[in-house]
T-cell receptor, first 111, second 116 residues
Framework: AQSVTQLDSQVPVFEEAPVELRCNYSSSVSVYLFWYVQYPNQGLQLLLKYLSGSTLVKGINGFEAEFNKSQTSFHLRKPSVHISDTAEYFC?????????FGKGTRLHILP | DAGITQSPRHKVTETGTPVTLRCHQT?????MYWYRQDPGHGLRLIHY???????DKGEVSDGYSVSRSKTEDFLLTLESATSSQTSVYFC???????????????FGEGSRLTVL
């Protein structure tokens, strides 16, 4: 069975500092990988996705992620965070028609 | 706007009563999903549908049933609600580009269910 592990439930980071949110997955087949963001009291929206091709994927709002097949990871990064990035971030994997989510990482931006 | 509408948006009910949540889409997408979101658990897949009358179970399907009698509507039913089913329920559709899936999900605004 496929699974997604987000290693940190909460990540505090100072404004304008870089951040990395970690995601590891397990799957016996090739997968599609996604990062979604949920701002307070809102639904989820797609940040970026990896379907195939280049392992470095760029998304909205300055975020990027790198697919590492050997380490089964898909970590999300941003070089400089802003207060508006305060949200919960979800990694997701899609090996087939099902799309499985991790438990989420809350990003806290410190002034 | 992916044209997804969930109803009701908020509902309070009592243990043992039946509850049906509706997801309506306007763009003729084949795949539809129901998730529940709980603190510390992220989103967990309940059921999904890959066409009219074609559904399959997700990670946490016990206590839930679904129906899809037409493309635009995907219903989630709690036959006898329990307090453990208090949650926020999200419907989603899988995006497409032409006849191919883009893989990504578009979510509704959520339905907050409280079971007393």
């Amino acid at each position: 069975a496929q699974s997604v592990t987000q290693l940190d439930s909460q990540v505090p980071v100072f404004e304008e500092a870089p951040v990395e949110l970690r995601c590891n997955y397990s799957s016996s087949v090739s997968v599609y990988l996604f990062w979604y963001v949920q701002y307070p009291n809102q639904g989820l929206q797609l940040l970026l996705k990896y379907l195939s091709g280049s392992t470095l994927v760029k998304g909205i709002n300055g975020f990027e992620a790198e697919f590492n097949k050997s380490q089964t990871s898909f970590h999300l990064r941003k070089p400089s965070v802003h207060i508006s990035d305060t949200a919960e971030y979800f990694c997701a994997v899609s090996p087939d028609d099902k799309i499985i989510f991790g438990k989420g990482t809350r990003l806290h931006i410190l002034p | 706007d992916a044209g997804i509408t969930q109803s009701p948006r908020h509902k309070v009910t009592e243990t043992g009563t039946p509850v049906t949540l509706r997801c309506h889409q306007t763009e003729n997408h084949r795949y539809m999903y129901w998730y529940r979101q709980d603190p510390g658990h992220g989103l967990r897949l309940i059921h999904y549908s890959y066409g009219v009358k074609d559904t399959d179970k997700g990670e946490v399907s016990d206590g839930y049933s679904v129906s899809r009698s037409k493309t635009e509507d995907f219903l989630l039913t709690l036959e006898s609600a329990t307090s453990s089913q208090t949650s926020v329920y999200f419907c989603a559709i899988k995006g497409t580009s032409g006849r191919s899936s883009t893989g990504e999900l578009f979510f509704g605004e959520g339905s907050r269910l409280t079971v007393l």
